[in-house]
């Protein structure tokens, strides 16, 4: 491992505008972490990747890196690409149990993080670093959101989740697992009880429906419902999967790895959604994909399809008269979430878009002065690094915003 990493290191040609930076929606200093893991300076880089990413060794993991950085790299155009992800990988996962706890001055001042996603973590972690109080509400019990109840144990240790947990308590952050902000408790009362500032990450948790006959039957499921806890259901052995993005990839790999024998994966294009990587590995794991299919409606014995018509640009132009019944002893729907409206409801000011995402300014703040809000919840299911995009503008928003006061 030591070789190959030390190999990869040494193939970067230290470009003077790199293009791999250039690609990467946080702007990690590629080239100069690279050298300075060449110069055997893995902490110092640990250090820079986490203080500009403090979910680096998550990237590392789930981004996708042909897409960013890895896909950039000019050694690409014509051979191998430097595959930095790998480097990053190592340096942060090494880094992030030495992570010490800064002497800051305590700003005396406390903010509440609602959600405990990449967004809420990135947020917490950079406000209590700078000396502020910081209390996280998460509705369920384990911190992490997405990171934990989405993407599976096998593309994302949820040992890791625990190793972020620790470190959020070990920087001071506090913590009250299983609290829901917007029923009992309100934004309104955070405000009342002292907090000079909110930071909402609540991402988008609401399954879309199809809008078509059968989404209730006992064996039809949505895919994130799925995930959250796979052990829960009894899908049997042949699952139908409706939609071929990467909440379906997960959904395919994980039904197979939980006695699902014959997984298809059906879209009504000829376009997938999903990584291509993830698309290799769930036809590795044996997952089958149909195109040209559009779910009409559910019965008991499965999905019926209208077969769809296509140009010779491979548009979808109309469908055939005739149905086709598929037969599943499950069908899953994985067709996108979107948010709850919970906060929306109960905060009086607090704008939402038509999809009920948070409206907020160029400093990430909502409608309502002094609430924050970053991650999915605000411009809908997306990536890990972009919700750290956005919750990084957000904590420094908090931190103007609370010194204004
Ligand atoms: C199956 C799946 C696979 C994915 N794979 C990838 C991938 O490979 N790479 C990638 O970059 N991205 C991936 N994503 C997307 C990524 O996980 C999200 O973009 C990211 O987690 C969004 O972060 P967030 O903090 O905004 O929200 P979330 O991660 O959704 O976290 C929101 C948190 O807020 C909590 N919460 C919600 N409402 C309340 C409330 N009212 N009070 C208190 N707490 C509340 C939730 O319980 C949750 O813990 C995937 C998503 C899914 C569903
Ligand atoms: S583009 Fe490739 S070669 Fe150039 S600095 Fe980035 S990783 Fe190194």
Redesign the pocket.
Known sequence: MAIYLTKEANRCLNCKKPMCKAACPVATEIPEIIQMFKAGETKQAGAKLFENNPMSVVCAL???HEAQCTGHCVLGRKGEPVRFYEIERYLSNTYLDRIKVPEVEKKHKSVAV???????ITAAIILVMHGYDVTM????CYI????HY??PDF?LPKSILQRYQDLLVKLGVKIRPN????TALKIETLFADGYSAVFV?????RPKTLGIRGESLANVHFG?SY?TNPSAFQLGKKVAIIGMG??AM?VARTAMRHGAEEVTMYARSKRIAASSEEVEYAQLDGAELVFGRAVDHITPEGPVFKLSIFDEDNRVIGYEEEMEQVYADATIIAAS?GP?D??LLTTEGLEGSERGLLVVDEHMMTTVPGVFA????VHG???????VREAKIAAQGIMNYIESL
Do not use: H, Y
Request: overall charge neutral; aromatic content about 4%.
């Open positions: 789930v981004c996708n609602i959600g405990s996603g990449p967004a809420g509400f998460e509705e369920r992490g959101g997405m990171l989405g993407i593309r609290t829901v902000i917007g990450g609540t991402g988008v948790w994130i995930l990467n909440v997960d979430q709850k919970k906060l970053a991650g999915d919840v299911s997306k990536t890990v690094v972009d919700a």
